[in-house]
């Protein structure tokens, strides 16, 4: 069972939290070309080891939040608010 | 190679069974090859087999950074089906049976083929008119299904609870599915593929890719480099990680998908049930276990151990459809790092690498289709071009949006 830390509540059983899939996926303009638009559809990242992503708090106070887990250990490095920038997960790595 | 067969046994039986040479020989690495393949699970020592015996390619090494079959070869249910929805996926996993059908002669290797049929319940109405959908779509495209009314289902499965929380009003059977064995399926391909002269490279983790300008000349191993014409990759959770090192990016995500076995029983239970609604499939093996399936965690893992939450619902819903098995305790539980698409069918043949080949993306499925992918990628690897069987599974697919969105690919049943 993980126990994830939720940045509102504190710490939780994994079944209170719904994945929300890699983080930092920005949506390209209409304009842009097929394989732009490929790349956003499907082509997310799937590191082994430390990993960007999206938690929601779904059966607690509702919020979606950041966290850098490693996809091999499931350890949660950190956890940081939505639109945070993305260099949150560099300096986690260090 | 030493072939099988009840004189074989019964020669070595008064020699008090000493004179057993080893199956295949745990090669060392060369320096090149024509063909190199990375991963020795299923799909990789299949694809090597093939090339030597249809295709008259002998240079051929198997990298494997582990031990064969000890990936998700040896973490999956062993379930055999073809009753796929699409008919691009259906001529795919029905040429995979057939050769299944057909394994054990051609390997000289029993693989305990048990086509005991694979049932699939539906809870509703509404589930039961999609069952029939699902089903009269298997038939148009050439494979057996059949419906079951309640009661036809209470005589095959005795020991299913109807009145569970989700009745069962019916469901359908593939009668030609069933289950066989996963180690005797990798050994029997390596054993066959070793003695055409294919080295089994044991303990050989690969690092990165030699190149040339756009192409792949070699691999750099945790034995040293290799140089190879044309590399294969088959390494199913770690496609990803692997794939990038050349270059090459892939919409994957890898998740950890879970099984467990009871304690053995006498035998109770002779066909393969599988609810999607409860989430969970049910089987019984040769050896006696209750094997139960279950659904892949909720977010991305390279772990190759399954959450507690999944274990604790397929645990729950198997007591719901089958409550004689409370008392069961349970064995073994293990998981494999599974690699699925978006569209949930499996991405196979080249690659914009050139030089570089790619069978992955087979996400909660791939046992079932050990030989066609063996066999279809050999193919493309001897011809430089996909095997029609295959041509739909390219990566293209994502860009030009012809997917093949392949809801039985899953079907709750891997």
Known sequence: MLQIECPYCGVRDEQEFTFGGPSHVERPTPECSDEVWTAYLYFRENARGPHAERWCHSFGCGQ????????VTHVFHRVYAIGEARRELEESRQ | MQRYSFWSLLQHSFTGNSGWQAAWRNAPLRSSYDVVIVGGGGHGLATAYYLARKHGIRSVAVLE????????????TQV??????????????????????????????????????HMVLAHSAHELDMCRRWMNSIVMNGVDAIMLTPEEIRRRVPILNFRARYPVVGGFIQPRAGISRHDAVVWGYARSASALGVDIVQGCEVNGFLRSGDRVTGLETSRGRVSAERIVLSVAGNSTVLANRAGLR????????????????????????????????????????IVLGAGADGYHSYAQRGGVPQLRNTVAAALELFPCFSRLRLMRQWAGAVDITPDTTPIMGLTPVSGLYINCGW????????????????????????????????????????????GAAAGVAH
């Open chain 1, 64 to 71: 979606w939040f950041n966290a850098v887990r490693d996809t």
């Open chain 2, 65 to 76: 950074k582990g031990w064969i079959g000890g990936g998700n070869s040896g973490r999956n």
């Open chain 2, 80 to 117: 055999t089906r073809s009753n796929y929805f699409y008919p691009e996926s259906s001529a795919f996993f029905d040429h995979s049976l057939k050769l299944y059908e057909g394994l054990g002669r051609e390997l000289n290797f029993n693989v305990m083929l048990s086509q005991r049929g």
């Open chain 2, 250 to 289: 892939l919409p994957l995500t890898t998740m950890a998908l879970q099984a467990m076995v009871s304690e053995p029983v006498k035998p109770v239970l002779n066909t393969l049930v599988m609810s999607a609604v409860i989430h969970v499939y049910v089987s019984q093996s040769d050896r006696g276990e």
């Open chain 2, 363 to 406: 996400g909660t499925g791939g046992y079932k289709a050990i030989p066609a992918g063996g066999d279809t990628m050999a193919y493309t690897v001897a011809h430089n071009r996909p095997h029609h069987l295959i041509a739909p599974f390219s990566l293209e697919r994502f860009t030009s949006g012809a997917l093949i969105d392949e």
